[in-house]
């Protein structure tokens, strides 16, 4: 029987630069939809998953449009509450070698960040669903989208199902210690914590930071770290992602995965990157189909980096890779496919 997934988060028209050209000097973009826990749910289609999303979209051709590019990539939109005014947005410029990227948000009063739990028919919306999944972006929207988290998180916990989070900081929405506070009472249901392994929201909450120089790299070193974490918070799974910025197109990333008992280190990859939007989408994706199929430690480590590196390389928010290149990208396999 395939793996079930139901995610609640906000899809956001995404307006990207052509040809990396900066926001100030671009007269067309490219038009797509994508937001991060969509991104999750299109990434485990491909493995094999039957993901479905609940979000709030506007009941207007924008909307429309949003639902139907959702769904041609398998993700189930009938949990969708078609109502509100607009579509979030977001313009991406694209950097290169010493000029970053760079994201502006147009997302305030959003149908998604003025959801409301009752909105949401919850026995319905996670019937037939065996995992819950959720990021703190959403969170970070609006109250009233976190007290919807909550209630789905007390929903799938009642029906017996896991829960998993992103933490994902984004320094244009909150600060750590907003984050922090505002997350802090919806870590008593996540079983599955996944992040980045500097997220400031994580070192607010542990008091600990969890940034280990290269040369210093175990994957025993990162064990303090996620023995805190394990410690308040009383987590069965934690991933985490390792970045190292060379320059906008090149960068190196790992994962670390502990699954209760071991601890594991991916091998490093050296990106050169075509899209960083949805890279830690794809980790959390490759984390959570290892946990899914009961992968001992080091197998989801090098899974979950490997997704999130071919992220990376994809244009667009959503990783379009299936397990098996995923498998081939750990094994460090990038010869032709003939």
Not at 149 to 166: H, Q, R
Not at 212 to 231: K, L, M, N
Not at 286 to 307: L, Y
Request: charge should be negative; charged fraction near 25%.
């Amino acid at each position: 029987m395939p793996h079930s997934f139901v995610t609640i988060g906000e899809v956001l028209l995404r307006l990207t630069t052509p040809r990396r050209e900066r926001l100030t000097q671009a007269r067309g973009f490219d038009a797509i939809y994508g937001g991060t826990e969509c991104n999750v749910a299109v990434a485990l289609e491909q493995f094999g998953v039957e993901p479905a999303l609940i979000s709030r979209i506007p009941d207007n051709d924008i909307g429309q449009a949003c639902v139907n590019y959702i769904r041609q990539y398998g993700v189930d939109t009938s949990r969708v509450v078609r109502s509100g005014d607009r579509l979030g947005l977001y313009y991406l410029e694209i950097g290169a070698s010493v000029r970053p990227s760079a994201v502006v948000y147009d997302r305030a009063r959003s149908a998604m960040s003025e959801i409301e739990p009752g909105m949401v028919d919850w026995p319905a919306a996670l019937a037939g669903r065996d995992w819950f999944h959720f990021s703190g972006i959403t969170c970070a929207i609006s109250k009233k989208a976190t007290a919807t988290v909550a209630a789905g998180c007390e929903a799938a916990k009642a029906a017996g199902m896991t829960v998993s989070t992103d933490f994902n900081y984004r320094s244009a929405l909150w600060s750590p210690e907003e984050a922090a506070k505002r997350l802090d009472p919806l870590m008593q249901y996540i079983d599955v914590a996944i992040g980045s392994a500097r997220d400031p929201i994580l070192g607010v909450m542990l008091g600990k930071d969890g940034n280990i120089e290269p040369d210093d790299r175990t994957a025993d070193a990162y064990r303090p770290f996620v023995d805190a974490a394990v410690s308040k918070y009383g987590f069965g799974r934690v991933a985490l992602t390792i970045r190292d910025i060379h320059s906008s197109d090149r960068n190196d990333w790992q994962g670390v995965y502990f699954d209760g008992s071991e601890i594991a280190l991916s091998r490093r990859h050296e990106l050169e990157i075509v899209d960083r939007v949805g890279g830690g989408d794809g980790f959390a994706a490759g984390a959570i189909w290892g946990v899914m199929n009961g992968w001992e430690a080091q197998k989801t480590a090098d899974f979950a980096a490997a997704s999130g590196a071919i992220a990376h390389t994809v244009h667009g928010d959503f990783n379009l890779a299936s397990e098996a290149e995923v498998l081939a990208a750990a094994a460090g396999g990038a010869d032709v496919r003939r």
